[in-house]
């Protein structure tokens, strides 16, 4: 038989290794807590355009991963209840007020997330059907496994529960694996870091020790509900650039307070 002309001749090629898959994220699903002094920048009050961005940049760069993101937002930039509350105005007014500055907050960040090229959903506590969707439980985990950001809006719905206290609650709710408690400091000290220059970070702490040390991680609501329920919390810096990525990859950011 006569051999094939050379253009038919098969060359067996070298199979083609594939590059390393990318390290898979520590987290699956986070219910993250945002501050809404977060949203100031270096502003005195309100919402700041470019610091917003940013954090959705942050936000964005997780959800590539495959993490599925909840996000409580307080609304200290636009309203404190305790601060109503402390010059006289009736509490459970003042937190409703509150409340509702956490829904400013909320269509502010979805906004800027929608633009972003991110889906996200704004899910209310307290009825307020024309401006945004009243937060139930399963279209919640519907969103989040669709890969749709959720933003939970005016706290718990009630007064006298601070946001941490819903970020807790909503944490245990969606059956996050963890809670992320985005500040000023990259994570939680010995002392304050601004005033003592020998204070140092802790990397991880229980709950318990935390407590007895008088560490202020939450307020004591939202911290013996994460304990009760035994949902981690990691404080870290949101000024960071990359910190949120790192936390959800499982380095060495910020602290983690455990069970």
């Known amino acids: 038989m006569l051999p094939l002309p ?15 898959s990318p390290p898979m994220p520590a987290h699956q699903r986070i219910l993250l ?13 309100g919402i700041n ?15 590539r991963l ?10 200290g930039n636009i309203f404190r209840g305790v601060a109503g509350g402390s010059v006289g105005m009736d509490r459970a007014t003042a937190d409703y007020m509150g409340m509702l500055a956490t829904v400013m907050n909320s269509l502010a960040l979805a906004d800027t997330m929608n633009k972003a ?3 996200a959903r704004v899910m209310s506590a307290i009825g307020i059907e024309q401006v945004v969707e009243p937060y139930v439980r399963p279209k919640a985990l519907q969103y989040l496994e669709e890969g749709k950001v959720v933003v939970f809006a005016a706290g718990t719905g009630n007064p006298f529960f601070t946001t941490d206290t819903a970020a807790a609650l909503r944490g245990a709710e969606i059956g996050a694996e963890i809670v992320l408690k985005a500040t000023k400091v990259d994570g939680v000290y010995t002392a304050d870091p601004n005033k003592d220059p020998t204070a140092t970070r802790y990397t991880s702490i229980s ?30 810096s949101i000024f960071k650039p990359g910190a949120l990525r790192n936390v959800v990859m499982g380095a060495d950011e910020g602290t983690l307070v455990h069970v």
């Open 66 to 75: 495959g993490v599925q993101v909840a996000i409580v937002i307080g609304g």
């Open 49 to 63: 355009r470019a610091t917003i961005v940013r954090i959705v940049d942050e936000i964005a760069d997780v959800t």
């Open 117 to 119: 090229g991110l889906v």
């Open 207 to 236: 709950f318990d020790e935390a407590m007895a040390r008088n560490l202020q991680v939450m307020d004591a609501t939202a911290f013996a509900l994460c304990r009760d329920q035994k949902l981690p919390v990691r404080v870290f």
């Open 6 to 20: 050379s253009r038919y001749t098969w060359r067996l090629s070298t199979p083609r290794t594939d590059p390393e």
């Open 33 to 45: 807590k945002l501050s809404g002094e977060a949203l100031m920048g270096d502003d005195a009050f």
